[in-house]
Structures are given as C-alpha cells and as structure tokens.
DNA sequence: GCGACAG
DNA sequence: ATCTTGTCGC
C-alpha cells in the first residue's frame, strides 16, 4: 500500500517540502470555529507501524465527539525535518474519516517552525487546504528563549531571522509550547486557539486526547502486529 | 568540520 | 517516539 503523495526517498521529500511550503498561507485564523480536530501519532509495539489518531471535539465547550484511528506501515527512518513523511499518511487518513470536516487542525508537532516551513501541522493543513496549528513539546528550529512564567505568557520563536512562531506557556511554571500556524492561520491566531483549547494543563484539549487515545490504540496491539485490514 | 535535531 | 517508580506539589 504505497503512499505517492509521501516519497520515502529523502530527496525526493525535501523537493516536495519546499514545493508545498509555497502553497502555506498565513492569514488570520477563522474566528468561527466549531469544530476541532486533534492529531497525534504513536508506534506500534513492534515499530513497525505508526498509528494515527484525529480527535473530533466541539469548540467552545471541547468536548470529544468522534475519533478514528488508522495505521500505516514505516518506510522511512525518523529523520528531524521529515517527519511527516512518517505519520502523514495515517494522520491524513484518520482525519479523512472522521464524520465531519474540522474546521481547525491542532497537530502535535511543528508548522511552520520548521527548516523548510512546512512541519507536519502546516503539510496536512495544505493537503487538505484546511486551517491548522501546529503545538509542539519541543524545539524543531529557531531560538530558544524562555517565556514568563505564567500561563498565557510567550517569547517570538525566531529562525534565521524570521518570526515563525512563540515559545507559549499554557501552565505556570512548565515547559513550554512550540507554537506556530501551519495553514490558513498566523501566529497570533495560532496562538490563541492553544490557548482557548487549553484547561490548564500544559497540552491543549485537541491534541492531548489525541495523545492519550493513541496510546490506548496502541497498548490495544500488544503483541498482535496484525489483525485486519483496509 | 562541529553541533542541533518535531516525534 | 520509547524505556520506566516513585515522588513532590497544588
């Protein structure tokens, strides 16, 4: 089941990064959002396979509706910068199965805070041409500066002398977000929809129900590398 | 040439 | 990502 639309040959990756990256657009984000879609990914037990998890939650209230799992098999060995090319193809296909189109994506990982502006939020973004955010738990590019201590407090995330994103704090006194939009968003914009997702825990709803329910798909496997298929 | 490097 | 128990703090 081989994926054309994510090449496994690094170089061929790279061309495609840097064509797409053209096709981001940033604008302000949609104000009138009602639905949420989370996205995040784990490996299977065997790290064979990457299992994909889009959550569907309803905006303001952030409560999960609907979420899809799928599996696709690695082909390519993690390399920093190409991770899309790893779980694209099973975060693509759980977000196309979900009963509704989100109206936002907030993937669990970089936008375009990335080498070549288009981290996995703002690659599925411009694949399915929907807005997206992209909130990572670390730093992919750019300087690290530490924000102010409390919740909501954030420092510009700057890469070879361009604003990409910030380094948000969504919980006082822990580690912070790498935020930055992926398509059809700004940074402010991206920004505030972390913020407006978020419960007070460091992740934003979106993405940690994703993270959680990827875990669960995952210890569901246990042993079993197979049991059906698509 | 030497580090850094989402998940 | 993943390997992993208890422990400090609100």
């Known amino acids: 089941m081989l994926t054309p639309e994510f090449p496994t040959d690094p170089a061929k990756a790279f061309a495609l990064q840097r064509r797409l990256a053209q096709q981001v657009r940033l604008e302000p984000c949609p104000k009138r959002v009602r639905r949420i879609?989370?996205?995040?990914?784990?490996?299977?037990?065997?790290?064979?396979?990457?299992?994909?998890?889009?959550?569907?939650l309803d905006f303001p209230d952030l409560t999960v509706l609907h979420h899809e799992v799928r599996r696709a098999r690695l082909e390519?060995?993690?390399?920093?910068?190409?991770?899309?090319?790893?779980?694209?193809?099973?975060?693509?296909?759980?977000?196309?199965?979900?009963?509704?189109?989100?109206?936002?994506?907030?993937?669990?990982?970089?936008g375009i805070a990335h080498p070549r502006r288009l981290?996995?939020?703002?690659?599925?973004?411009?694949?399915?041409?929907?807005?997206s955010v992209g909130a990572a738990k670390s730093r992919l590019?750019?300087?690290?500066?530490?924000?102010?201590?409390?919740?909501?407090?954030?420092?510009?995330?700057?890469?070879?002398?361009?604003?990409?994103?910030?380094?948000?704090?969504?919980?006082d006194g822990v580690k912070p977000l790498y935020v930055s939009p992926g398509h059809r968003c700004d940074i402010s914009g991206a920004a505030y929809w972390v913020l407006a997702c978020g419960k007070g825990l460091?992740?934003?709803?979106?993405?940690?129900?994703?993270?959680?329910?990827?875990?669960?798909?995952?210890?569901?496997?246990?042993?079993?590398?197979?049991?059906?298929?698509?």
């Open 202 to 230: 460091r992740l934003p709803e979106p993405t940690r129900w994703a993270d959680r329910l990827a875990g669960e798909a995952k210890r569901a496997m246990g042993a079993d590398p197979h049991s059906e298929d698509e």
């Open 141 to 171: 590019c750019g300087k690290d500066v530490q924000p102010g201590p409390l919740r909501g407090e954030s420092a510009p995330l700057v890469d070879r002398g361009e604003l990409v994103g910030c380094i948000l704090r969504t919980r």
């Open 119 to 131: 981290g996995i939020a703002a690659h599925l973004g411009v694949l399915l041409d929907l807005p």
């Open 76 to 110: 390519m060995p993690y390399v920093p910068g190409l991770l899309s090319f790893r779980e694209g193809p099973a975060l693509l296909a759980a977000i196309r199965a979900l009963p509704e189109t989100p109206d936002l994506l907030m993937v669990d990982g970089a």
């Open 37 to 56: 879609a989370g996205c995040d990914a784990a490996l299977s037990p065997d790290g064979q396979e990457v299992v994909g998890v889009a959550v569907l």
